[in-house]
């Protein structure tokens, strides 16, 4: 049966950088395929500029890939940043092996709104050593892997947890050195720890430091600030979010309204103004304007500044009260 181009393993006959991008919005597990597919097709001579477009093409920009398990000493947890991703997986093929790639049996499935969650319980890391023997390491675990919900489906966080690993050498290799003890023994010792090389772990080690120095790094490259200016800049920002108080939510203004108060100008002004009608003028007269010399007749002159010039230009003049109870204003 031919292949069409709607099978998900068609391959066009000119190349892979011919056929057109098409979305993965199918099953996430494929884009593990394509991972390996890519891991595949590194050669000897993949540098860093192909390590780093094959993470840019698999992880986000702000993807974390977290790795967990037991050693000798006590459990283990390295989580690394986006930067660092490629080196770690060149790393592995440093340590002797030629060959890498996933499986993932009965994973389980779920769709958030920007995100897709894959979580599969019994994932398998195969790598094939080719030094310094021949070697099948199986490394098992649980893989958990958030992916974007776009057309590009990248990998957000990876998180791998290694239960167990086995380390698997042919029967043709056994037969070969029956004879030889010291190779029997050699053969016997194991050559990773938790389905790990040396060069990964020391790598993983090494990153307990590099990942606190992104930051320096990245600010170096971007204003080429010296060592030191870059570690004082950093402590001072970080400084100053420690010591900056947290922000309050944002409140609506609510607008109220301001109670005008009349002078005591504006209602002598309208008392004198009313002089037949003086008792409702008292009733209507608020208790705050209500001053001594309202109530105790024959007293004598109030202080009064009004913002309106007198005769003379003055600002502030007086008002006297007469015995009658009548406003008369004095300059």
């Not at 440093?94 to 499986?103: A, K, P, R, S």
């Not at 993932?104 to 994932?123: A, F, G, P, R």
């Not at 409140?251 to 301001?258: I, L, S």
């Amino acid at each position: 049966m031919s292949s069409t181009p709607h099978d998900p393993f068609y391959s066009s006959p000119f190349g892979p950088f011919y056929r057109r991008h098409t979305p993965y919005m199918v099953q996430p597990e494929y884009r593990i395929y394509e991972m390996n597919k890519r891991l595949q097709s590194r050669t000897e001579d993949s540098d860093n500029l192909w390590w780093d477009a094959f993470a840019t093409e698999f992880f986000e920009d702000d993807a974390t890939l977290t790795l967990s398990f037991c050693l000798e000493d006590g459990p283990k947890r390295y989580t690394i940043g986006r930067t660092l991703i490629p080196r770690y997986f060149s790393t592995v093929f440093e340590g002797g092996v030629t060959d890498l790639y996933y499986i993932l049996k009965h994973s389980k499935e779920s769709y958030h709104n920007s995100s897709i969650t894959v979580d599969c319980d019994q994932c398998a890391m195969v790598t094939q050593h080719g030094k310094p023997m021949f070697t099948k390491v199986c490394t098992e675990g649980r893989l958990i892997l958030e992916f974007t919900f776009d057309d590009l489906m990248r990998i957000k966080t990876w998180h791998f947890t290694i239960r167990q690993y086995r380390e698997l050498v042919p029967r043709s290799i056994l037969a070969m050195h029956a004879q030889d003890p010291q190779v029997l023994d050699q053969l016997s010792k194991n050559i990773t720890r938790m389905g790990l090389t040396n060069f990964t772990l020391n790598y993983l080690r090494l990153c307990v430091i590099l990942e606190p120095m992104q930051e320096l790094m990245s600010r170096h490259k971007t204003y080429n600030l010296s060592p030191r200016d870059c570690l004082k800049t950093c402590l001072f920002q970080k400084w100053q979010r420690m010591v900056a108080p947290p922000a309050e939510p944002t409140r609506q203004p609510t607008t109220k309204r301001r109670k005008r108060k009349n002078s005591t100008s504006s209602t002598s002004n309208s008392s004198a103004g009313n002089t037949t009608n003086s008792a409702g003028s008292k009733k209507k007269t608020p208790a705050a304007s209500l001053s001594l010399a309202t109530q105790v007749p024959g007293l004598g002159a109030i202080p009064n500044c009004s913002l309106n010039p007198g005769r003379d230009g003055d600002l502030c003049h007086s008002t006297a009260v007469t015995p009658s109870g009548q406003f008369k204003e004095k300059h």
